[in-house]
């Protein structure tokens, strides 16, 4: 094939974006009224810390998140948008994906039980990896146009 469709490059920078596509519909997708006003998200989450069969993820729940679930709230819902943005803009990108795989293994972790949640935790951790290690922000990105990270 003489001519390629998309550069290798430029697949990294969509992987990139759907990724943050991902991220903006996960934020999207949320009732941040139950999630702030009534901390729903987080209660969902306790429920399940409470049963988890790995003390560690019981215990920090219990002391981590438990005594700040409004923050917590904020905290998640914030960083869903912010991953979201920055992935598809190509803003801080190394930064955004080393967050949104740290927020993956913090879900697949949790949920390590729920078969239903893990697939996608797990496909969103190894685009996030390969997007990194691709360096995925040298395509289509404000990192790039603002010569960072290069």
Known sequence: MDTIWLTGAEWLAVLRIGLGLWWLESWRHK????????GSGIVWAGEIAAKHRWGAVR???ER?????PRVMAYTVVSAELALG?????GFLTPIALLGGLLL???????????????????????ISTVAFFGMSWQTWSLDSALGWFL
Request: no cysteine.
């Open 31 to 38: 009732d941040r009224g139950a999630w702030f006003e009534r």
């Open 59 to 61: 215990s920090g729940f």
């Open 64 to 68: 981590v998140v438990t005594p700040r």
């Open 85 to 89: 943005l920055g992935l598809i803009s």
């Open 104 to 126: 993956n293994l913090l879900y697949l972790t949790l949920m390590i039980h729920d078969v239903a949640e893990q697939g996608q935790n797990l496909m969103m951790a190894l």
